[in-house]
């Protein structure tokens, strides 16, 4: 097995491992009962699915794309993006109850945005979009699915 065959591999196999790891979080997100009342649409489990879902798309972007693009022999990056999703997120699931969820998610958006290098040539269509987004899910999860979102900074 050449370099690039070995690269390729590793490459695939870090974001395969994910996947298996995400069908598990799944599994037992699906698991989870809700104490008071009975199921609605929005309850307790309805986070841990939705980001498993999230995490399956992004996922397979990344394993199609590497699957698509020429082996890079001399760097390890194609890893690098996905570790910086993940933390990321971890940084986002952190800072979001302290800050409340305008600052954390639009800080989220960006760092997400910039990792993709999504409009990074372009700011104002990039601050439209952080923006957009931010609000889009802002309305998404306080107004249609009436979640209670941490106001800003530090509101319990």
């Known amino acids: 097995m050449n370099n690039v065959e070995r690269f390729r591999r590793s490459a695939v196999l870090f974001p395969?491992?994910?996947?298996i790891l995400t069908t598990i979080?799944?599994?037992?997100?699906?698991?989870?009962?809700?104490?008071?009342?009975?199921?609605?649409?929005?309850g307790p489990r309805f986070m841990p699915i939705l980001m498993a879902f999230i995490m399956y798309a992004a996922l397979i972007v990344v394993i199609v794309g590497e699957w698509r693009k020429e082996a890079e022999a001399a760097t390890g990056g194609s890893l690098l993006r996905?570790?910086?999703i993940v933390v990321a997120t971890g940084i986002y699931i952190g800072v979001f109850r302290p800050l409340g969820y305008v600052p954390a998610t639009l800080g989220f958006v960006v760092a997400l945005f910039l990792i993709f290098d999504f409009e990074k040539h372009r700011p104002a269509f990039f601050l439209f979009y952080v923006i957009a987004?931010?609000?889009l899910f802002y309305g998404l999860f306080a107004g249609v699915f009436g979640v209670r979102l941490?106001?800003?900074l530090g509101g319990f």
């Open 150 to 152: 941490p106001p800003m």
């Open 16 to 19: 395969a491992f994910l996947l």
């Open 82 to 84: 996905p570790l910086l």
């Open 133 to 135: 987004v931010t609000a």
């Open 25 to 42: 979080y799944l599994a037992e997100a699906l698991s989870i009962r809700s104490q008071f009342g009975g199921d609605t649409i929005v």
